[in-house]
Antibody, heavy 119, light 107 residues
Framework: EVQLVESGGGLVQPGGSLRLSCAASGFTFSRYDMHWVRQVTGKHLEWVAAIGFAGDTHYPDSVKGRFTISRENAKNSFYLQMNSLRDGDAAVYYC?????????????WGKGTTVIVSS | EIVLTQSPATLSLSPGERATLSCRASQSVYNFLVWYQQKPGQAPRLLIYDASNRATGIPARFSGSGSGTDFTLTISSLEPEDFAVYYCQQRTDWPYTFGQGTKLEIK
């Protein structure tokens, strides 16, 4: 069964750090580009970070310099290190995967992990 | 960054009717436009990629069209399970961006 499972969400104070993890199973993880997408409750989706199968990374300006995406193909896992967290970063964070050449069309998704930023 | 504008924000229809959802891009995304369906409490589900290609397992009642800046998602005859929020997303240029969504609700 194709599956992505997120972990690492929780409550963090403004300015704090959190590391999200996403474990993959049921597909050839090393061939996939992997992404993080977030969603504030009741709001639209926002793309947060991507890492290609070759290790190239991309971020929107809203998180660039604060968030770092990485992957460990040997563990079928990838991560999102989030530093200097702000109120606006509070959301459900989904991990997703896309198989090149259809890069960016996420055909596998996790169920999400919730990040709460509050003092 | 490329801005995607979806319309209408809410669409009220009955089962069996035809649904037409629109997505307009602030600049050309060629055909690199993706559609997702999201139900409450669930992750998004890939429906259409590259404007008109159905993803694996997606029923034939879902179809996509368009190129450049104007795109349409059509559901030919609504089933009860189709009532959800639909998002478009461009994969032409970084940062990838999503539209604000169209909520398809039962009339």
């Amino acid at each position: 069964e194709v599956q992505l499972v997120e972990s690492g969400g929780g409550l963090v104070q403004p300015g704090g750090s959190l590391r999200l993890s996403c474990a993959a199973s049921g597909f050839t993880f090393s061939r996939y580009d992997m992404h993080w997408v977030r969603q504030v409750t009741g709001k639209h989706l926002e793309w947060v970070a991507a890492i290609g199968f070759a290790g190239d990374t991309h971020y929107p300006d809203s998180v660039k310099g604060r968030f770092t995406i990485s992957r460990e193909n040997a563990k079928n896992s990838f991560y999102l290190q989030m530093n200097s967290l702000r109120d606006g970063d509070a959301a459900v964070y989904y991990c997703g995967g896309a198989l090149p050449p259809i890069t960016g069309a996420l055909d596998v998704w996790g169920k999400g992990t919730t990040v709460i930023v509050s003092s | 960054e490329i801005v995607l504008t979806q319309s209408p924000a809410t669409l009220s229809l009955s089962p069996g009717e035809r649904a037409t959802l629109s997505c307009r891009a602030s600049q050309s995304v060629y055909n690199f436009l993706v559609w997702y369906q999201q139900k409450p409490g669930q992750a998004p589900r890939l429906l259409i990629y590259d404007a008109s290609n159905r993803a694996t397992g997606i029923p034939a009642r879902f179809s996509g069209s368009g190129s450049g800046t104007d795109f349409t998602l059509t559901i030919s005859s609504l089933e009860p399970e189709d009532f959800a929020v639909y998002y478009c997303q461009q994969r032409t240029d970084w940062p990838y961006t999503f539209g604000q969504g169209t909520k398809l609700e039962i009339k």
